[in-house]
């Protein structure tokens, strides 16, 4: 079964630092983009960035280049979402994601989904 | 960058027909899918490239996408059913690959 634990709870101060977990299994870790989806209380999904564990090719939404960094250890099949300084408006539930590619031979283009998500990590920050 | 518009509610009676849309420019063009989240819980994928059903997924969900809309539709609805429905578009080119809609909060009456 293709499954992504994602880290705990966190409850953190603004200015401090965090990084949560999004691990994988039941499939090859390494062929698959993960995605980070934003939730912010009461909100709609954003989507914040995708990773290639691969290679480690990483996509930034332009709303969060530059306040967060994505990563990924493919020999533990993991991938990381951290913030270097937190804000309040940060708070918020962060969902990792698969993203599943089809390519589809009539016509020759490809398109992603996301297939497989994790349970999401809630993250408070407060002062 | 492109834009989904969602309404934010519907509502419906057990065992009727709920109809969620999903518009955007040329919208059919694209492979567009849909999201179910219930209070509390991770999105779970309902219909990917406009029509298609993941495994475990009931026939009662159903998608179609032409023109300037893309719709879910849900036949006999269930109490269960009642959640948020997001639908998305992946886009090779520009800032913004991965574009959700607003969400639509589906009530059962």
């Known amino acids: 079964e293709v499954q992504l634990v994602q880290s705990g709870a966190e409850v953190k101060k603004p200015g401090e630092s965090l990084k949560i977990t999004c691990k994988g299994s039941?499939?090859?870790?390494?062929?698959?983009?993960i995605g980070w989806v934003r939730q912010m209380p009461g909100k709609g999904l954003e989507w914040m960035g995708s990773?290639?564990?691969?290679?480690?090719?990483?996509r930034i939404s332009p709303s969060f280049r530059g306040q967060v960094t994505i990563s990924a250890d493919k020999s533990i099949s993991t991938a990381f979402l951290q913030w270097s300084s937190l804000k309040a408006s940060d708070t918020a539930m962060y969902y990792c994601a698969r993203l599943e590619m089809v390519y589809v031979l009539e016509g020759a283009y490809y398109y992603y989904y996301m297939d497989v998500w994790g349970e999401g990590t809630p993250v408070t920050v407060s002062s | 960058s492109y834009v989904l518009t969602q309404p934010p509610s519907v509502s419906v009676a057990p065992g009727q027909t709920a109809r969620i849309v999903c518009g955007g420019d040329?919208?059919?063009?694209?492979?567009v899918h849909w999201y179910q989240q219930e209070p509390g819980q991770a999105p779970v994928l309902v219909v990917y490239?406009?029509?298609d059903r993941p495994s475990g997924i009931p026939e009662r969900f159903s998608g179609s996408n032409s023109g300037n809309t893309a719709t879910l539709t849900i036949s006999r609805v269930e109490a269960g059913d009642e959640a948020d429905y997001y639908c998305?578009?992946?886009?090779?080119?520009?800032?913004?690959?991965?574009?959700f809609g607003g969400g639509t909060k589906l009530t059962v009456l």
């Open positions: 990773i290639y564990p691969g290679d480690s090719d990483t």
């Open positions: 998305q578009v992946w886009q090779r080119s520009g800032d913004i690959p991965w574009v």
């Open positions: 040329n919208i059919g063009s694209k492979n």
């Open positions: 490239d406009d029509t």
């Open positions: 039941g499939y090859n870790f390494t062929n698959s983009w």
